[in-house]
T-cell receptor, first 116, second 111 residues
Framework: ETGVTQSPTHLIKTRGQQVTLRCSSQ?????VSWYQQALGQGPQFIFQ???????GRGNFPPRFSGLQFPNYSSELNVNALELDDSALYLC???????????????FGPGTRLTVL | KQEVTQIPAALSVPEGENLVLNCSFT??????LQWFRQDPGKGLTSLLL?????REQTSGRLNASLDKSSGRSTLYIAASQPGDSATYLC??????????FGTGTLLAVQP
């Protein structure tokens, strides 16, 4: 059984550019959540996908968007990058019914995004 | 709006000491509470998950308790080791399974 993987590990972009981050969920998991963790802070929920549909969104602007694919892998896209988008982006996978999941969430190693 | 607070923000203890990390939350309507460990620059490792109907969970030297009515959880680490040095995060899960995190406790165990 493979764990949650994310790519790339590190990324450097300039302000105004667009970025795509990728996440492969743990085998058997149908739910993927994305979090943003600024330095010295706890992770903040961006959004969650369940069976290819968005299933909840945190307080992030529309330039943060996502996709989930039939194999339950996921992408996070960020347009018009701003300096404050510099952070560690984490994805987590879990199983269970949408909206009522009591299972452990398993996190990937994260993608470190730096915006210059 | 759910808010999660962790105290202390940082803790330094000598090796072998037993210690307690605290987590409090403002809204008791939670589905579960999860404790994580995070090494510098790395992702999160799940340590323990406590469902809302449970009072505690144990794994090896770790024991986590949950008191929903008072909005508190503690993580007890027995016989601490230098390898336990990391940031410990607690997170509460609501109906949508969105996790709300505290800012963490940075633990340093001195050999």
């Amino acid at each position: 059984e493979t764990g949650v993987t994310q790519s790339p590990t590190h990324l450097i972009k300039t302000r105004g550019q667009q970025v795509t981050l990728r996440c492969s969920s743990q085998s058997g998991h149908n739910t993927v959540s994305w979090y943003q963790q600024a330095l010295g802070q706890g992770p903040q929920f961006i959004f969650q996908y369940y069976r290819e549909e968005e299933n909840g969104r945190g307080n992030f602007p529309p330039r943060f968007s996502g996709l989930q694919f039939p194999n339950y892998s996921s992408e996070l896209n960020v347009n018009a990058l701003e300096l404050d988008d510099s952070a560690l982006y984490l994805c987590a996978s879990s199983s269970g019914l949408a909206g009522v999941s009591t299972d452990t969430q398993y996190f990937g190693p994260g993608t470190r995004l730096t915006v210059l | 709006k759910q808010e999660v607070t962790q105290i202390p923000a940082a803790l330094s203890v000598p090796e072998g000491e037993n210690l307690v990390l605290n987590c409090s939350f403002t809204d008791s309507a939670i589905y579960n509470l999860q404790w994580f460990r995070q090494d510098p620059g790395k992702g999160l490792t799940s340590l323990l998950l406590i469902q809302s109907s449970q009072r505690e969970q144990t794994s090896g030297r770790l024991n986590a308790s949950l008191d929903k009515s008072s909005g508190r959880s503690t993580l007890y680490i027995a016989a601490s080791q230098p390898g336990d040095s990391a940031t410990y995060l607690c997170a509460v899960g609501g109906a949508t399974n969105k996790l709300i995190f505290g800012t963490g406790t940075l633990l340093a165990v001195q050999p």
